[in-house]
């Protein structure tokens, strides 16, 4: 008897700290119309490769859903291979958290953000260079860079959305 209060009360406890966490983050339905799509995705990508052309960066950018699932990415002649899973995993991160990678490197010692990036087999990256994509209220997906300075990877990802009007 004591060991089911117990349970129910850390399982009590484990869903207002979820909710708590998830709340904020309102995720689009992959089939409702908030779901990003994949010439979107292609288009952020091209956006972001002109940007990174014309600062002279070889950058990796990936897209990914609002789950976090990969829409599509790019490696950039010469970018670092190593590139191409941070790229995925800061984008996972900013999609899965609802906030800018930034902003979760600053929290990634936590229980909660280690935990998640354990159920994730470890490849969420909390680094600074991803956004979330937000549409009507709603993180449609995130996209993230990496290959040059932190500052630079985010300057990217924001200008490529900016120049596709997201």
Do not use: C, H, W
């Not at 904020?24 to 990508?45: D, F, Y």
């Not at 950018?61 to 976090?68: S, T």
């Amino acid at each position: 008897m004591k060991q089911n209060k117990n349970f129910s009360r850390a399982l009590l406890a484990i869903m207002i700290v979820f909710g708590s966490v998830a709340a904020p983050v309102r995720l689009a339905a992959q089939n409702g119309p908030q779901r990003l799509t994949l010439s979107e995705a292609q288009a952020i990508i091209a956006a972001a490769q002109r940007d990174a052309a014309r600062k002279n960066l070889r950058l990796s950018i990936a897209v990914v859903d609002g789950r976090g699932d990969l829409i599509a990415a790019t490696r950039m002649p010469n970018a670092r291979s190593t590139t191409m899973d941070t790229a995925i995993g800061k984008a996972m991160g900013a999609a899965i958290f609802g906030r800018p990678s930034a902003e979760l490197a600053a929290r990634s010692d936590s229980p909660l953000y280690r935990n998640m990036n354990e159920v994730t087999g470890g490849r969420l990256r909390f680094f600074q260079g991803a956004v979330p994509i937000v549409r009507n209220g709603y993180t449609v997906g995130a996209v993230g860079a990496s290959g040059a300075s932190a500052q630079d990877d985010e300057d990217n990802v924001k200008a490529a959305l900016g120049a596709v009007g997201l």
